[in-house]
């Protein structure tokens, strides 16, 4: 693999490559630029989440994370008119970016999170089942069973179980961003993608999110955008940094933080820079 | 006055001096403006509110149900050819303009990938809404009625009404559906879903309102319409019964015909007044639909 | 938990409801223009009834039974110009001032009182204005002016004035209200009147909107045809002042179609007349987009 000049982190990918299975890499960004209307937003970008980790993707604003997240499940192309001129991502070694995938399967085992929460005009409970019942994946569990469960592992049953026909516009924001979770997870995704998930929300509702986020880690890999370091380093394991669309260091987020070795991301850390 | 004390006594005298007038004179075109208003609020309710008070006396139950009758016809009885024939052409016309404009909505606002695409369809779209309704007489009666020999039918009229429905309805659904916020869109998407699975579930539902709007619009706008029902449906008078390939009577029609060959003033105020009520009491009712269907659509 | 991400499946619903609603889009729209075009084809571009274009529009009366026939439109056009002019010139200065009303002096409640008032005005049918402009102005004409029949062209304006009204004021009041609010706050934090705003802000960045306003309601009352069907009088005349009677061009058309043989070179100039009608009010509208776009950039400024 080609190492860019500005990456400075292979020595942890190239321990990431000689980990035990249970680490196994489950996204792989091998060199990734994308580009919309000739100006490009992510140039060259390299990176890796493994499995039953949480990667924070992290940078001054403007730099391109949200964008390369959503190249991690193919919603770029539906949201705006960039494309990925070269690169590709693996995600457990399948090309999600090759001639025959399909991405509308990509996006149903790889769920995404916003950063503003949206309720469905239907019920509580209908609003879990959203993607479930279009893809029919009931997997022997019944409506109830599926609601119950994935409000649950949220903990959102307590709050709404007597009122899961009532629509869902009525609940507050920090629940419903709760909600848009057990939504994607009813869907039995093999990963997660948080967009900003806690931006909008107060305090208290942004840890309850931490909490649940933590608690689904040894269950499925998680790759949060936060521009919240604080944040980053409460819940990830793995930290990358993009500055102004490209990938500038991955390591542990403990290594990162404490020792980082590019200058831009020290900078970045310790607040010298917005 | 304020101005006095604010500018201190220093000030030259003509300068508060003009400072006073272009207050008065503010004041005189507010005035003005809200005498615009008046009369703008004005007109609307005096007129309705004439040919309720002329034609109240002459709308029953029975005048709704009856057939025209007296000589010359239509001097007494009532009027419900032309009730019937109304809302059968407006039925008609809905029918066939309604689903090719839902789909027309769809294709512009969800499914159609061109941008430069759209917009030539929807500036035609829009244009061909500002036609003049003799132009749609002209056109339905060369084409419907002797080009594929309807004949006066309340096919042929059916088909020019939607003809003119449409645009608007063309409008108004993609409108409401652009109006949808794009986060129920992503969100939506971004779970695996097919975009027509989005647009059944979500996006319709949220869209409604505007598109029952434009329903509202669009057949208030054809029922009132004379001048291409004129040529392609109606009949001065008929005995009652509906058929595709036969002429009808319609409101406007009767009521034209009331006033243009003197038969009776009477009727006349009472078709009107029936044909604005209906047009009220339709827009009244959509708008208590959306009213009702408010907060939480399941 | 491996499953295949490369399968191409075929979202058969998407690529249907795409095909059908595309199917709906282009079915509809080649029938409006299957209209223009089949109003020009009828019309034989003038060849059936041997005229060109300035003696139809000019030289020739109309005189369908004469020998030779003739099939002249002047009469017809001179009343449209008359009936538009006077509707537009009552109707312009009042539904400004009642668009400027609504932006910017209007409280509330009054606008949301206004709102409906105004869709209601929109929404009366022609024939029921031609009713009542028949009922109130013609009969007491007769007995006003000494006329031995009311109708003549100054009702059909003054009633056509009324039908366009609530198009001027609806379209004003947006361009009004889309000149951006803190360019105002601007202009009052210096301390000016609100009519020194009105003359010196307002009315320039609104221009272009108050043109769309403008145009709408030409095409309006260009397009109108019941309304001065009952009410403009209906003579094959020259009018000569606004107490005479005329025909505008769409009552023209209104009234001879239904005694016209198919193909005739009546026939012909009725479609023909038509299609100029249709092209006039097209253009206008043309008109009006670009100026609705070109007003709709100003106010992201």
Redesign the interface.
């Known amino acids: 693999m080609i190492i860019p000049m500005e990456m400075t982190c292979s020595l942890t990918l190239e321990e990431a490559r000689e980990a035990p299975a249970s680490e196994a890499r489950i996204f792989d960004v091998h060199n990734l630029s994308v580009a919309f209307n000739g100006r490009s937003i992510l140039r060259g970008v390299n990176a890796m989440a493994l499995d039953r980790q949480v990667l924070a993707i992290v940078g001054p604003s403007g730099s391109g994370k949200s964008t390369l997240l959503r190249t991690m499940?193919r919603?770029l192309e539906?949201?705006s008119d960039a494309r990925v001129t070269s690169g590709d991502i693996h995600f457990k070694g399948e090309r999600l970016y090759g001639n025959g995938t399909d991405p509308?399967?990509?996006?149903?085992?790889i769920?995404?999170v916003?950063q503003?929460p949206?309720a469905?005009?239907?019920?509580i409970g209908?609003n879990v089942l959203?993607?479930v019942r279009?893809?029919k994946n009931w997997n022997g569990r019944t409506k109830d069973e599926i609601v119950r469960s994935c409000l649950e592992r949220v903990g959102l049953w307590d709050e709404v179980k007597d009122r899961l026909?009532?629509?869902a516009?009525?609940l507050s924001v920090g629940q419903l961003q709760r909600l848009?979770i057990a939504?994607?997870l009813a869907?039995d995704p093999e990963a997660i993608l948080m967009d900003e998930p806690c931006s909008a929300l107060d305090p208290v509702s942004t840890g309850r999110i931490e909490e649940l986020i933590l608690a689904m880690k040894p269950h499925l890999p998680i790759v949060i955008v936060t521009h919240n370091l604080a944040q980053a380093r409460r819940i990830s394991d793995q930290s990358l940094f993009l500055y102004d669309g490209q990938s500038l260091e991955q390591d542990t987020t403990e290594r990162i933080f404490t020792h980082p070795r590019n200058d831009r991301v020290r900078d970045f850390i310790t607040g010298k820079v917005g | 006055m304020h101005d006095t004390a604010v500018l201190s006594p220093s000030a030259n005298v003509k300068g508060s001096e003009t400072y006073r007038r272009?207050?008065l004179?503010?004041r005189l075109?507010?005035a003005?403006?809200?005498?615009?208003?008046f009369?703008?609020?004005l007109?609307?309710?005096s007129?309705?509110g004439?040919?309720v008070v002329?034609g109240i006396h002459c709308v029953s139950w029975r005048f709704l149900v009856d057939y025209p009758k007296g000589t010359p016809l239509g001097t007494q009885g009532g009027i419900w050819p032309a009730v019937e024939g109304s809302l059968a052409l407006a039925s008609i016309g809905l029918l066939v303009?309604f689903?090719?404009?839902?789909?027309?909505g769809?294709?512009?606002a969800e499914?159609g990938r061109s941008q430069r695409f759209n917009k030539i369809?929807r500036?035609?779209?829009?244009?061909?809404a500002?036609?003049?309704?003799?132009?749609?007489?002209?056109?339905g009666?060369?084409?419907l009625v002797?080009f594929l020999k309807f004949g006066i039918s309340l096919i042929a009229g059916g088909l020019v009404l939607a003809?003119i429905m449409?645009?608007i309805l063309?409008i108004a659904t993609q409108e409401s559906l652009r109006s949808v916020?794009?986060?129920?869109?992503?969100?939506?998407?971004?779970?695996?879903?097919?975009?027509?699975?989005l647009?059944r579930?979500?996006l319709l539902?949220?869209a409604w309102r505007g598109i029952v709007a434009g329903i509202v619009l669009a057949v208030?706008h054809a029922?009132?319409?004379?001048?291409p029902v004129?040529?392609t449906a109606s009949i001065y008078f008929s005995k009652g019964g509906l058929g595709l390939d036969r002429p009808v009577m319609t409101l406007?029609?009767h009521?034209?015909n009331l006033?243009?060959e003197a038969i009776s003033?009477d009727q006349?105020?009472g078709t009107?007044l029936v044909?604005?009520a209906g047009?009220?009491l339709f827009?009244a009712s959509a708008m208590l639909l959306r009213r009702l269907g408010g907060?939480?659509?399941? | 938990m491996t499953r295949p991400i490369l399968s191409k499946s075929l979202?058969w619903?998407?690529a249907a409801?795409?095909a059908?609603?595309?199917?709906?889009?282009g079915?509809?729209?080649s029938?409006?223009?299957?209209?223009i075009v089949?109003?020009l084809r009828?019309s034989s571009l003038g060849s059936g009834f041997g005229m060109n274009l300035y003696d139809f529009l000019v030289r020739q009366p109309w005189a369908p039974m004469a020998t030779p026939p003739s099939h002249g439109i002047f009469h017809a056009w001179i009343s449209t110009l008359v009936v538009t002019a006077l509707s537009l010139g009552l109707a312009i200065p009042?539904g400004v001032?009642?668009g400027?009303?609504?932006s910017?002096?209007?409280p509330r409640w009054?606008q949301q009182?206004?709102q409906p008032?105004?869709e209601?005005?929109a929404?009366?049918?022609?024939?029921?204005y031609?009713?009542?402009g028949?009922?109130?102005l013609v009969r007491n004409f007769e007995t006003w002016f000494d006329m031995p029949a009311g109708e003549c062209l100054l009702i059909a304006g003054l009633i056509l004035a009324?039908m366009v009204?609530p198009f001027v004021?609806s379209t004003s009041a947006e361009a009004f209200r889309s000149v951006a609010q803190d360019l105002r706050e601007m202009a009052y934090g210096l301390g000016v009147?609100?009519?020194?705003v009105?003359r010196r802000v307002l009315f320039r960045k609104a221009l272009p909107g108050l043109f769309a306003a403008v145009a709408l309601g030409l095409?309006?009352a260009?397009?109108?045809?019941?309304a001065v069907l009952?009410l403009a009088g209906n003579t094959v005349a020259v009018p000569h002042s606004l107490l005479d009677r005329g025909q505008p061009l769409?009552a023209l058309?209104?009234t001879e179609?239904?005694e016209t043989v198919?193909h005739s070179a009546k026939y012909q100039a009725?479609?023909a007349s038509?299609f100029i009608?249709?092209i006039v009010?097209?253009g206008?509208?043309?008109m009006i987009?670009i100026l609705k776009h070109r007003f709709m950039e100003r106010s992201h400024a």
């Open positions: 499940n919603t539906l949201t509308r399967l990509v996006r149903k085992r769920c995404m916003h503003k949206v469905f005009p239907m019920s209908e959203f993607g279009f893809h026909s009532d629509p516009s009525r848009c939504r994607a869907n | 272009s207050v004179r503010d075109w507010r003005t403006l809200w005498f615009c208003g009369i703008g609020f007109l609307p309710v007129i309705i004439y040919l002329e303009a689903p090719l404009a839902l789909g027309g769809l294709y512009l499914y369809v500036f035609l779209v829009e244009c061909l500002a036609v003049p309704s003799i132009i749609y007489g002209l056109f009666y060369a084409f002797v003809l449409f645009p063309l916020d794009d986060a129920y869109r992503e969100m939506g998407l971004s779970l695996g879903v097919t975009r027509f699975y647009v579930r979500v539902r949220k208030g029922v009132g319409s004379a001048a004129l040529f406007p029609t009521l034209y006033v243009s003033f006349a105020f009107a044909l604005i047009l009220l827009n907060g939480s659509p399941q | 979202y619903s998407d409801v795409k059908l609603s595309f199917i709906a889009l079915t509809g729209v029938f409006l223009l299957l209209m089949f109003v009828e009042l001032g009642i400027l009303f609504l910017e002096v209007a009054v009182v206004m008032a105004l209601l005005l929404g009366i049918p022609a024939v029921v031609g009713f009542f028949y009922v109130t009324v009204l004021a009147t609100q009519l020194y009105m095409a309006r260009l397009g109108e045809t019941l009952m769409t058309m209104a179609l239904g198919v009725l479609f038509g009608l249709l009010v097209l206008i509208n043309v987009w």
